[in-house]
């Protein structure tokens, strides 16, 4: 099976995920323990044109030691969810801690609703100037091997502007946070 080789990756944290009873901490932990999620956008493609697409991205909301909450990307305009984002940049991330060894090691399936999953819904953005060398330390440090992406496919950074934190981690209904609650939390 072929892989990128990992370097320069650093050993990522393993915290126990918070108690299921801290809904924004829970949210915050896998906004930033997650390094990839499922992105969904309304699709240009001709023969599905206005019906949601999905498509994986890897994501980092900060290095490991400063988690902001807001998941950043490292794009191109030949990805079809990019083509979808110029023509409306409406999206919904969503994150699971099956990713996570957390959900393997109990015996969780992911769709039950203990294996913790987030779905930020919001406006992704191309990155301002001022912000691009936050985001290449946040991708780059987290997904080394990014650096090495073809020039020619000229990738760009982008993030999730959050209007909506939606949570579900455990049985009883799902969690609204409220973004300052969400953005106050710690991971």
């Known amino acids: 099976m072929f892989s990128y080789r990992r370097e ?14 801290e809904a924004e901490r829970t949210a915050r932990y ?10 969904a956008t309304i ?17 980092s909301d900060g290095p490991l030691d400063n988690g902001t909450g807001t998941p ?11 083509v979808d984002l110029r023509s409306n940049p ?12 957390y959900c393997r090691d ?12 987030l779905t930020l819904t919001g406006r992704m953005v191309a990155v301002e100037v001022k912000e691009v060398d ?12 990014m650096k090495k992406w073809p020039i020619g496919h000229h990738f760009f950074f982008m993030k999730l502007q959050i209007e ?13 946070i409220p973004l300052e609650e969400y953005f106050q939390a710690s991971p």
């Open 8 to 21: 320069g990756l650093k050993a990522t944290d393993s915290a126990a995920p918070p108690p299921h009873e």
């Open 30 to 39: 896998l906004a930033h323990h997650s390094s990839w999620g499922f992105l």
């Open 43 to 59: 699709s240009t493609q001709q023969k599905i044109q206005g019906l949601p697409f999905g498509n994986i991205f890897s994501v």
């Open 72 to 82: 950043y990307f490292y794009v191109t305009a030949m990805d079809n969810s990019v």
């Open 90 to 101: 409406a999206a919904s991330l969503t994150l699971s801690e099956a990713e996570s060894e």
């Open 106 to 117: 109990n015996l969780i399936d992911p769709q039950d609703p203990r294996c913790a999953r």
């Open 134 to 145: 936050f985001a290449k330390e946040a991708l780059f440090s987290r997904h080394p091997q």
């Open 164 to 176: 909506q934190v939606w949570l579900q981690n455990w049985f009883g209904g799902i969690f609204l």
